[in-house]
C-alpha cells in the first residue's frame, strides 16, 4: 500500500474584517500519498490557497484563525504543534512556491544568501557547503553559469529565471512535499511550459508529493494524478485528473470547463458562461453554495449543503444533482 | 463579416522606439525597439488577434496606432487618414471614432468617480447632450453591457473585476466608435467571468458592427474571438494569417512553439502531443538580436538567420510569415 503522506479533516479557516467573518475554508478533507501530484483548481477566493497555508499554519492571526479540524503529516497534527516543530517542517520537509517570484524574493540580498539561509538553518551547511549545495541546485533548475549568479540579485534575474529560483529553494531540503501556489500563473506561455517540465522532471526525479494550486485547468490537465475542484470554501468535485476531465458531473467543474475556449475549435461557437459571481461567505452555508449560480438547482438546494459522495470509484461529487442521468440524489 | 473586404486601418512600416537617457546630462544612449516596423490591415467588422509574450510590444502597437504615443516612423491609416500626420484638435476629434478597453479594470477606472461620470465623461469631453441627456445615454449603455442602471451613482470599489470591465466596455461604447483596440480585456478576470465578457463583447461586435482589434497573450481564446491572428515577436510580427489556418498550419517555428506550449484542458491529449519547449527568454528589445529577432531561441537557427532579417511574405494565399527557412 502507497504510504500516506498527508490527511486533513475537516479543516476550517474563518478571516475576520469589518463587514463580519469570512468562511474562507469550511471544512475541507483531503489526503496526499506519496509521489502523488494533487491539483486544487477553484476561482479566486475559493479558499484553494487559504486552505493549503492553514496547514501550514502560514494564516496571519490575527485576522485568519483556524477553527477546526486537523492536518496530519507523518502521524503528526501539523495545526497542534508546537512553534518550533513547525518551523522545522516548513521548509525542511513541506515547502512552498509562491504565485509571484517578485515579491517573495528579498530584493535586497543576493540570490545566493537566500539559498543558503534555509540550507543552513534546516540542514546545519557551513557556509562552504550551503554555497556548493546552491551551485548544484540552480545547476538542477537549469539556470546557466550558477557559481557567477550566485552574487546576483533578484532584479538581474528574469520572470521565468526567479521562478526557477524560488523552486530551487524549495527543493533544498528535499521535502517530502512541495506546495506550489499558482506558480506559473504570472509568467508567459512558454516560460510556463518550461517551468511545468522541470517540475514534473524533478517529481519523477526526486520523488516528492506535489500540490498544485491553480485557476488554470490546462495546466492542472498535464501535471496533476488527482484533482479537486474548490468553490466556497469546499471541495466539491474530486477525481483522477482522466475521470474528471471525461466526466465532469458537478455543474460547477462543467461550466468552468464548457468556459474553455478548445484549442482545436474550427467553427465559431458561443462559450459556456457561468452567470453571477463567486460569493463571500460571511455566514457558514445552510446551502449549496453554487445553488444561486447553478442552472440544475433544485428546491433541496437552497435547504441543504450536500456533501461529498462517490459516484465512481475515486470520484466524489458534492451535488444533489446527478447531472449526469438529471436525477436527484 | 462581410464577404467584400473594406480596409478600416492600415498600419504601414510602424516604428516606435523608447529613448533610453542615461548620466548626468540625461544623454541618449539608446532605445528600447518595442514596435520594430510592423504592417498589417484590420478589415471593417472583423477581430484581428495579435498575441505574443510579454515584452512583445503588442501593447505598444495598440497604443501608437490610437496615437497615444507619437510614432517613430511609419503610418497608420484609418479610414484612409494618416493619423501620424493629422493635427491635434483634428486627432482628437477622430478619437470618437476609436476607442480602447484595458487590462486592469481595478487600475483603469479613476476610484473618486461614479459609474455614471466615468461613462458619461467621453460624452462630456465631446459635448454630447446636456446632463439629462448624458443621463439617459449612461443608462442604456449600462443596460447594454448587462449591469443594472441603477449602480450609475456608484463607485469602482463596490464593483467585482468583471463588473468593472463591462464599465469599462460601456465607457468606450459612448461614442459610438467603429473601432476598439481591446488589450487584454481579460487576462485579470477568472475563468467564468472571462467568458461573461468574451461573450459580451462579441454580442456587442454583431449588434454595432465593430471592429476589433483583439490583443492577448491567451492564444486559446484568441482562436476563439478572432477572425485572422498575428503572432509578434520582439517588435516585429512573425506571422499572420486566417485563424483556422494559422492554428492548423503553423508556419513559422515561433508560432509553433507558442501553440505547442498552450495547456490544454485534457489531460490524455497532453499526454500524447508533441510539446516544443524552448530554451531560454526573449532577448532584451533594448539590444534585439542582429538577422531574425528569434534566432536565439529557435531550433532551426542557421547562419543566414544570423545574417539576414527574414523578409515578409506571403507563403500562402492569405498566410504571411518572415522566416527563411520556410
Known amino acids: ?329 | 463579416m462581410t464577404s467584400e473586404k473594406n480596409v478600416l486601418i492600415k498600419v504601414e512600416d510602424l516604428v516606435m522606439h523608447f529613448p533610453i537617457y542615461r548620466g548626468v546630462i540625461r544623454r541618449q544612449v539608446g532605445a528600447v525597439h518595442a514596435v520594430d516596423g510592423i504592417s498589417f490591415e484590420v478589415y471593417q467588422g472583423e477581430t484581428l488577434g495579435l498575441v505574443g509574450e510579454s515584452g512583445c510590444g503588442k501593447s505598444t502597437t495598440g497604443r501608437t496606432i490610437l496615437q497615444l504615443y507619437k510614432p517613430t516612423g511609419g503610418n497608420v491609416y484609418f479610414k484612409g487618414k494618416n493619423l501620424v500626420k493629422l493635427k491635434p484638435e483634428a486627432m482628437r476629434l477622430m478619437r470618437r471614432e476609436m476607442q480602447m478597453i484595458f487590462q486592469d479594470p481595478y487600475a483603469s477606472l479613476n476610484p473618486r468617480m461614479t459609474v455614471r461620470d466615468i461613462i458619461g465623461e467621453p460624452l462630456m469631453a465631446f459635448g454630447e447632450g446636456t446632463s439629462k441627456e448624458i443621463d439617459d445615454r449612461v443608462a442604456s449603455l449600462l443596460d447594454l453591457v448587462k449591469l443594472n442602471k441603477d449602480f450609475a451613482s456608484r463607485y469602482p470599489h463596490e464593483f467585482s473585476g468583471g463588473q468593472r470591465q463591462r464599465i469599462g466596455v460601456a465607457r468606450a461604447l459612448a461614442l459610438n466608435p467603429s473601432f476598439i483596440i481591446c488589450d487584454e480585456p481579460i487576462s485579470a478576470l477568472d475563468v467564468s467571468i472571462q467568458a461573461q465578457v468574451v461573450n459580451l463583447l462579441e454580442e456587442l461586435q454583431e449588434e454595432f458592427n465593430l471592429t476589433y482589434l483583439f490583443i492577448a497573450h491567451d492564444l486559446s481564446m484568441v482562436r476563439h474571438i478572432s477572425n485572422r491572428v498575428a503572432v509578434m515577436y520582439l517588435g516585429i510580427i512573425v506571422e499572420l494569417a486566417d485563424r483556422n489556418e494559422l492554428y492548423n498550419n503553423p508556419l513559422h517555428p515561433y508560432t509553433q512553439a507558442l501553440l505547442s506550449a498552450i495547456p490544454v484542458a485534457d489531460p490524455v491529449y497532453s499526454e500524447t502531443r508533441r510539446r516544443i519547449i524552448l530554451e531560454g527568454d526573449v532577448p532584451s528589445p533594448a539590444n534585439p538580436p542582429s538577422g531574425c529577432r528569434f534566432r536565439t531561441r529557435c531550433p532551426l537557427a542557421d547562419t543566414i538567420c544570423k545574417e539576414q532579417k527574414p523578409e515578409w511574405r506571403e507563403v500562402r494565399p492569405n498566410h504571411f510569415a518572415a522566416c527563411h527557412k520556410i
Not at chain 1, 467543474?253 to 452567470?275: M, N
Request: charged share 20%; glycine share 8%; aromatic share 6%.
Open chain 1, 1 to 329: 500500500m502507497v504510504e500516506q503522506l498527508l490527511n486533513v479533516q475537516n479543516l476550517e479557516t474563518h478571516f475576520k474584517t469589518p463587514e463580519g467573518i469570512v468562511h474562507a475554508v469550511n471544512g475541507v478533507s483531503f489526503t496526499l500519498t506519496e509521489g502523488e501530484t494533487l491539483g486544487v483548481v477553484g476561482e479566486s477566493g475559493c479558499g484553494k490557497s487559504v486552505t493549503m497555508l492553514s496547514c501550514l499554519r502560514l494564516i496571519a492571526c490575527p485576522p485568519g484563525k483556524i477553527v477546526a479540524g486537523e492536518a496530519i503529516f507523518r502521524g503528526k497534527d501539523l495545526l497542534k504543534m508546537s512553534s518550533e516543530e513547525i518551523r522545522h517542517v516548513r521548509g525542511g520537509q513541506i515547502s512552498m512556491v509562491f504565485q509571484d517570484p517578485m515579491t517573495s524574493l528579498n530584493p535586497v540580498m543576493t540570490i545566493g544568501k537566500q539559498l543558503a539561509e534555509p540550507l543552513m538553518l534546516h540542514l546545519n551547511m557551513t557556509s562552504e557547503q550551503a554555497r556548493n549545495r546552491s551551485i548544484e541546485l540552480l545547476s538542477l533548475v537549469g539556470i546557466p553559469n550558477a557559481a557567477d549568479r550566485l552574487k546576483d540579485y533578484p532584479h538581474q534575474y528574469s520572470g521565468g529565471m526567479r521562478q526557477r529560483v524560488m523552486i530551487a529553494m524549495a527543493l533544498s531540503c528535499n521535502p517530502q512535499i512541495l506546495i506550489a501556489d499558482e506558480p506559473t500563473t504570472a509568467l508567459d506561455v512558454t516560460i510556463q511550459a518550461q517551468i511545468v517540465d522541470l517540475v514534473k522532471r524533478l517529481r519523477d526525479e526526486l520523488g516528492m508529493a506535489i500540490i498544485w494550486i491553480t485557476h488554470d485547468l490546462g495546466v492542472v490537465a498535464s501535471i496533476a494524478h488527482r484533482v479537486m475542484v474548490m468553490y466556497g470554501g469546499y471541495i466539491i468535485e474530486e477525481a483522477e485528473v482522466k475521470e474528471l476531465y471525461a466526466n465532469p458531473r458537478h455543474p460547477y467543474t462543467l461550466g468552468l470547463l464548457g468556459s474553455l475556449p478548445q484549442i482545436h475549435e474550427q467553427a465559431h461557437t458561443k462559450l459556456f458562461s457561468i452567470e453571477g459571481m463567486p460569493p463571500v461567505l460571511y455566514q457558514k452555508p445552510t446551502a449549496c453554495p453554487f445553488a444561486p449560480r447553478c442552472t440544475w438547482v433544485t428546491e433541496k438546494c437552497w435547504k441543504e449543503n450536500p456533501l461529498l459522495e462517490p459516484v465512481a470509484p475515486g470520484h466524489r461529487v458534492a451535488c444533489w444533482v446527478d447531472t449526469k442521468s438529471g436525477s436527484k440524489r
